[in-house]
């Protein structure tokens, strides 16, 4: 039997999931409503180091990211923080694309999905 591990859950979804070593998180948004995107992005990224830790693993494990933009202007600012953040050695697979996101002030969300240590 396998054990599906949820964490910061409440009735809509979960943060992360963990499951056979596989790590799924939600969407992670930006706290800084009125901050660049570059700045939105930063603080994405943090969060998702965080839920990575939490869930027994680190960006170098990722498998892929979906990053939603509500702009595409903004992508070369967001990939000055992507690419100052992504272990170059060890980059996943990645999708962008322009997206309408749950609050207009967000400007970048992004989903990752990882493999633990």
Same mark, same amino acid.
């Given at each position: 039997?396998?054990?599906?591990?949820?964490?910061?859950?409440?009735?809509r =979804?979960? %943060? @992360?999931?963990?499951?056979?070593?596989?790590?799924?998180?939600?969407?992670?948004?930006p706290?800084?409503? *009125? !901050?660049?995107?570059?700045?939105?992005?930063?603080?994405?990224?943090?969060?998702?180091?965080?839920?990575?830790?939490?869930?027994?693993?680190?960006?170098s494990? =990722?498998? %892929? @990211?979906?990053?939603?933009?509500?702009?595409?202007?903004?992508?070369?600012?967001?990939?000055?923080?992507? *690419? !100052?953040?992504?272990?170059?050695?060890?980059?996943?697979?990645?999708?962008?694309?322009?997206?309408?996101?749950?609050?207009?002030?967000?400007?970048?969300?992004?989903?990752?999905? @990882?493999?633990?240590?």
């Amino acid at each position: 039997m396998s054990t599906i591990q949820r964490l910061g859950s409440n009735q809509r =979804l979960s %943060e @992360a999931v963990v499951a056979k070593g596989f790590i799924f998180l939600s969407g992670m948004v930006p706290e800084s409503l *009125d !901050a660049s995107v570059k700045t939105q992005t930063e603080e994405v990224l943090a969060q998702i180091d965080q839920w990575l830790e939490q869930c027994g693993s680190d960006k170098s494990h =990722l498998l %892929e @990211a979906t990053i939603f933009l509500t702009d595409m202007a903004d992508y070369d600012e967001m990939n000055a923080a992507w *690419d !100052a953040w992504v272990d170059s050695n060890n980059a996943p697979a990645r999708a962008c694309v322009q997206a309408l996101i749950a609050k207009p002030e967000w400007k970048v969300e992004i989903k990752v999905s @990882a493999l633990q240590k």
